[in-house]
T-cell receptor, first 113, second 111 residues
């Protein structure tokens, strides 16, 4: 089945540790996105990528890093520099940026203790 | 950049009534307006979308209207059912650009 897969669904980390969230898609989409969702704040864009080996910062990129070495993969690293990392993280992909439906994964809930 | 505002933040309706969610956008170059439904603990799913060359689009009980002049668009759900209860997000975008999302509307349909 075609789709977008995020793993793991739940992730716990100690404060000060970097953690990488996985996002894989087999839809052959060029564009991929990472969003952070906090209660009452909607979806805030962290990073997006329009094509392999290229990515742009979103509205809240500080404390996060990404890579896009393969078309199907767009991992997100939450670094120790992110001051409030506990949140629900959503990955999405679309055929191209801004013009077609974005397909979302099921999300990763990260808790930092 | 684009700014999308969404109202109301919460909405409760009786089963069988209609629900309306409204969004405004600021960038007149935006030309694609999707609506997403998010159930608890899951990722958002597209329920309907509209492009700027169309004023209205309908899919069974769901419809979206777009007023380009006023820069606002609305989601209409008729004959609401308990399974319509969820958080709904509007978004706006233009070619080569990111999606800008509203802050969401939590819809509760009371049986």
């Amino acid at each position: 089945d075609g789709g977008i897969t995020q793993s793991p669904k739940y992730l716990f980390r100690k404060e000060g540790q970097n953690v990488t969230l996985s996002c894989e898609q087999n839809l052959n989409h060029d564009a991929m996105y990472w969003y952070r969702q906090d209660p009452g704040q909607g979806l805030r864009l962290i990073y997006y990528s329009q094509i392999v080996n290229d990515f742009q910062k979103g509205d809240i990129a500080e404390g996060y890093s990404v890579s896009r070495e393969k078309k199907e993969s767009f991992p997100l690293t939450v670094t120790s520099a992110q001051k409030n990392p506990t949140a629900f993280y959503l990955c999405a992909s679309s055929i191209s940026t801004g013009q077609t439906e974005a397909f979302f994964g099921q999300g990763t809930r990260l808790t930092v203790v | 950049g684009e700014n999308v505002e969404q109202h109301p933040s919460t909405l409760s309706v009786q089963e069988g009534d209609s629900a309306v969610i409204k969004c405004t956008y600021s960038d007149s170059a935006s030309n694609y307006f999707p609506w997403y439904k998010q159930e608890l603990g899951k990722g958002p799913q597209l329920i309907i979308d509209i492009r700027s060359n169309v004023g209205e689009k309908k899919d069974q009980r769901i419809a979206v209207t777009l007023n380009k002049t006023a820069k606002h668009f609305s989601l209409h759900i008729t004959e609401t059912q308990p399974e319509d209860s969820a958080v709904y997000f509007c978004a706006a975008s233009k070619p080569g650009n990111q999606f800008y999302f509203g802050t969401g509307t939590s819809l509760t349909v009371i049986p």
